[in-house]
C-alpha cells in the first residue's frame, strides 16, 4: 500500500510525546490518538531523521493493512482473521531473501499484561509463516513488547528481519511495521559522553530537551512558530543548547555560574566534533545573571538586532536535590527563593522580548505519596506580569479524541519515587 498514514508510537510520558508531536503536524493530517498512538497522514520523506528529532516518540511504523473491530469477544478469538493478511506480508515481504528471518510483534492501547496475547499471536504466525516455507524465528522471548535496544540489536528494520505493530483502535485493527527507531545509544552518547557533566545542577535528559525545544514550535494559536534562535538564560552545562544546536538552530546560553559557562563551551565543543554542526550556526554563551537581564547585554552577546524569531527554552535551577521529603518550612524557604528567581526573571525579560514570543520553562513540582506540591502562585504572579500559560493539550484536541489530561495546562515529566519532578510549562508574552 503505497502513501498510507504512518503511526508514532507514544514514549514512557505518553501526553508530552502527544504535546510534542501536536507541534509538528497541522490538525487536518491527524487521523487518530489513542493512549499509546498517533496517527497522522503527513508525507514524511525520511522517518528515521525525522524520529531522531523527536525526543518523546519511541516508533514511527508505516500501516500495511486495516481489519474490522466488529463483535469482538477476544483478543485471542481474533488472531486466525489476521493470519491469511499476515501470511501475505510476510510472503512479499521476503520474497527475495532465503536466509532465516527474524520478526518481532508488538501490541498498543490494550491494558497489561499482554504475554497470554502476544505468545499466542506469535506462536501462531510463526507456524503459518513456517507452513509457507519461510524460516523465520521471533525475538519477543519473553512475550512482551520489544524494547526499541531489541530492534536495533536484532536489525528488524532489514531485509531480514521486520517488526509489526498491532495497533487496537476504536472501529479497527492496524497492522504496521515499523520504519525508525529512537536510537538509545546515541542518546546515551550525547547524555554520558559528554566531556563535562555538573550531577549538582540536575541532569536534563537530552530527550527531554528536544521535546521542550519542539514545544516552542508553535505559536499560542497553534500554529507554526518559525523559530532560528534557541536562548537558555539557565544554560548549565548546556543539554538544551546542544539539542538545538543539532537541530539546526542558533543556541545561544547563558549562566551566572562560570564554571558551568566553561562546561557548556567544553561540551559544544566535543559536540561540533562529533556531529555536523552548520557553519553559519552560531552558538554563543556567556557568564550572565538571569535575574538582571538587559537587551542590550542579549544582544551583545547574542550578534542580533533584533529578537525576532527567537524562543527561550529552559530548565532554570530547581532547587537542591531531596532523597527524602523536605520539612515543609525547609521547603517552603526555598520555593520562596525559586519564586524569586522566576518571577524576577520574566519582569525583567518582559521590557525585552516582542509580543508573541514562547518561553518554555521547567517548574519543579514537589512530591512523594503524601504530598503533591506545585508552585501554581509562582505561574499565577508570572501571568500577571504580562505572559499566559498555553495548554500544551488544547482543550479541542482532549474533546475530539477523548484524551484525558491534567487540569493544569502544563504537564509532568517524572519518574517513580524522584522528589522533584519537572512540569512544563508553556507561557507566551501577551504584548
Ligand atoms: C538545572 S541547571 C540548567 C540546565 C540547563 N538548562 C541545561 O540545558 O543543561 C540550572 C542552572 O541555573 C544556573 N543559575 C542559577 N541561578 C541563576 C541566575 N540567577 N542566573 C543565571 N543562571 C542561574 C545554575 O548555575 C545552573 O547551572
Redesign the pocket.
Known amino acids: 500500500m503505497k502513501n498510507e498514514p504512518y503511526i508514532y508510537i507514544l514514549g514512557r510520558k505518553p501526553l508530552l510525546s502527544l504535546a510534542e508531536l501536536l507541534t509538528q503536524f497541522p490538525d487536518k493530517d491527524i487521523l487518530s490518538i489513542r493512549p499509546k498512538t498517533f496517527v497522522s497522514k503527513t508525507k514524511i520523506n525520511d522517518p528515521q531523521a525525522f524520529l531522531n528529532t523527536l525526543g518523546g516518540t519511541i516508533r514511527v511504523a508505516k500501516i500495511f493493512h486495516k481489519a474490522q473491530k466488529k463483535n469482538v469477544k477476544s483478543l485471542e478469538a481474533e488472531i486466525p482473521k489476521w493470519i491469511p493478511f499476515l501470511k501475505k506480508y510476510f510472503k512479499d515481504r521476503f520474497k527475495s531473501c532465503d536466509g532465516k528471518i527474524r520478526f518481532a510483534m508488538n501490541i498498543y492501547n490494550i491494558p497489561h499484561p499482554r504475554e497470554i496475547f502476544l505468545k499466542k499471536l506469535l506462536n501462531e504466525v510463526k507456524r503459518n509463516l513456517k507452513e509457507t516455507g519461510l524460516k523465520v524465528r521471533f525475538v519477543n522471548n519473553n512475550f512482551k513488547n520489544v524494547e526499541s535496544v531489541v530492534t536495533l540489536k536484532e536489525k528488524l528494520i532489514s531485509k531480514k528481519g521486520c517488526e509489526i505493530n498491532v495497533i487496537v483502535g476504536d472501529k479497527f485493527f492496524l497492522f504496521a511495521e515499523t520504519v525508525a527507531v529512537q536510537n538509545v545509544d546515541k542518546y546515551s552518547e550525547r547524555d554520558y559522553g559528554k566531556p563535562a557533566r555538573?550531577p549538582r545542577?540536575?541532569?536534563?535528559p537530552p530527550k527531554l530537551?528536544q521535546i521542550m525545544i519542539n514545544l516552542a514550535k508553535t505559536n499560542a494559536k497553534g500554529q507554526k512558530n518559525k523559530i532560528e534562535y534557541v536562548y537558555?538564560?539557565?544554560?548549565?552545562?548546556?543539554?538544551?543548547?546542544m539539542e538545538s544546536a543539532l537541530q539546526g538552530l542558533h543556541a545561544i546560553?547563558?549562566?551566572?555560574?562560570k564554571q558551568?559557562v566553561q562546561y557548556?563551551k567544553k561540551n559544544i565543543e566535543w559536540l561540533k566534533k562529533v556531529h555536523k554542526i552548520g557553519s553559519k550556526q552560531k552558538i554563543k554563551i556567556a557568564t550572565?545573571?538571569?535575574?538582571k537581564l538587559t537587551a542590550k547585554q542579549l544582544k551583545e552577546n547574542m550578534s542580533v538586532k533584533r529578537l525576532e524569531k527567537f524562543a527561550i527554552v529552559?530548565?532554570?535551577?530547581?532547587g537542591p536535590p531531596f532523597f527524602r521529603f523536605p520539612l515543609m518550612e525547609k521547603l517552603e524557604e526555598h520555593m520562596r527563593f525559586l519564586d524569586y528567581?522566576y518571577t524576577k526573571?520574566f519582569e525583567q525579560m518582559k521590557e525585552i522580548l516582542p509580543k508573541g514570543t514562547i518561553i518554555i520553562f521547567v517548574i519543579p513540582a514537589f512530591r512523594d505519596k503524601t504530598h503533591d506540591i506545585r508552585m501554581g502562585k509562582t505561574v499565577e504572579k508570572i501571568c500577571s506580569l504580562g505572559y499566559s500559560v498555553i495548554d500544551l493539550i488544547p482543550d479541542h484536541v482532549a474533546k475530539k479524541y477523548e484524551i484525558g489530561k491534567p487540569e493544569t495546562p502544563s504537564l509532568l515529566y517524572d519518574r517513580k519515587d524522584q522528589i522533584v519532578a519537572r512540569e512544563i510549562y508553556k507561557f507566551v508574552k501577551n504584548t
Do not use: K, V
Open positions: 555538573d545542577s540536575g541532569m536534563l530537551a537558555d538564560p539557565f544554560g548549565g552545562t548546556g543539554t538544551i543548547l546560553g547563558s549562566d551566572i555560574d558551568a557548556s550572565l545573571d538571569a535575574t529552559t530548565e532554570p535551577f530547581l528567581l526573571f
